[in-house]
Nanobody, 125 residues
Framework: QVQLVESGGGLVQAGGSLTLSCAAS????????MGWFRQAPGKEREFVAA???????????DYADSVKGRFTISRDNAKNILHLQMNSLKPEDSAVYYC???????????????WGQGTPVTVSS
């Protein structure tokens, strides 16, 4: 079992930056693929980024096309923390952002078993 708690969301102007964090409980954090998803009102939950555990893929990282070059995902296995650095934010990035843990490097929410409660991000124009 892994419990996930996100933080760092808030209101930011377009072009600004935010860093989201996800604190994970449990000793097996470093064995999971960790990802970020987001869900805007009236829309489906969508993949943002994921990072694999070192022993599976050597910290392979994957991003949605919409955030490539602007967002950076990272994990600190010593502290059981996942980060998402978001730069050059756009109004269309506004959503509730969720941290997730799973066993595969997938883009579908169904491939992830553990979820946080979400942290809202609002980007004003």
């Amino acid at each position: 079992q892994v419990q996930l708690v996100e933080s760092g969301g808030g209101l930011v102007q377009a072009g600004g930056s935010l860093t989201l964090s996800c604190a994970a409980s449990g000793r097996t954090f470093n064995t999971y693929v960790m990802g970020w998803f987001r869900q805007a009102p009236g829309k489906e939950r969508e993949f943002v980024a994921a990072v694999a555990p070192e022993h599976w893929y050597g910290y392979r990282i994957d991003y949605a096309d919409s955030v490539k070059g602007r967002f950076t995902i990272s994990r600190d296995n010593a502290k059981n923390i996942l980060h998402l650095q978001m730069n050059s934010l756009k109004p269309e990035d506004s959503a509730v952002y969720y941290c997730a843990g799973g066993a595969t490097m997938g883009h579908s929410p169904h491939e992830y078993n553990y979820w946080g409660q979400g942290t809202p991000v609002t980007v004003s124009s």
